[in-house]
């Protein structure tokens, strides 16, 4: 689903607004309008992976003028508030997923995508002791994968 951001708003648009709205300030954020705009384009299509300028080039082809930089500053906002999960690859390429739920990730290196492991298929086994008076808040695992054309 693709949202345009113009001055013609469709009827169903104003209620996913609405809601988008509402959510943003069960999180502490206030809504809006390019906050608003970037949510609809992050939440309006189910769970995804994407980085800040596969959202910008979302935006752009959406009529939305937003810089990149404001991009950057809303989805750090965003994940700050709990509504995205960064996954970083390598300390410099982040993704931002919409599904903060504990989960773990395959990584298409080939192609630099990001696609959740379905399910309970993966579990974590023997975790180190934990230093005094900490607990684990998430474990992030991703696994990398190369098409086997590759080689």
Do not use: C, W
């Not at 970037?38 to 979302?58: P, Q, V, W, Y």
């Not at 996954?87 to 739920?101: C, K, L, M, P, Q």
């Amino acid at each position: 689903m693709t949202f345009r951001f113009d001055d013609s708003p469709e009827p169903m648009q104003n209620s996913v607004e609405s809601q988008i709205s509402h959510r943003l300030r069960n999180a502490g954020l206030r809504p809006t309008r390019q906050r608003v705009a970037l949510a609809m384009l992050l939440f309006g299509d189910g769970h995804r992976h994407l980085t800040a300028e596969e959202l910008h080039a979302e935006a752009h082809d959406s009529r939305l003028p937003v810089s990149l930089a404001t991009v950057y500053n809303t989805l750090n906002q965003f994940t700050e508030a709990g509504l995205l999960r960064e996954v970083a690859i390598e300390g410099h390429r982040s993704y931002f997923d919409t599904n903060t739920s504990n989960h773990f990730h395959f990584y298409l290196e080939d192609e630099r995508k990001l696609f959740d492991i379905p399910g309970g298929d993966l579990q974590v086994r023997g975790l180190p002791d934990l230093p005094p008076g900490t607990r684990i808040r998430r474990i992030d695992v991703i696994v990398r994968l190369e098409d086997e054309k590759a080689r």
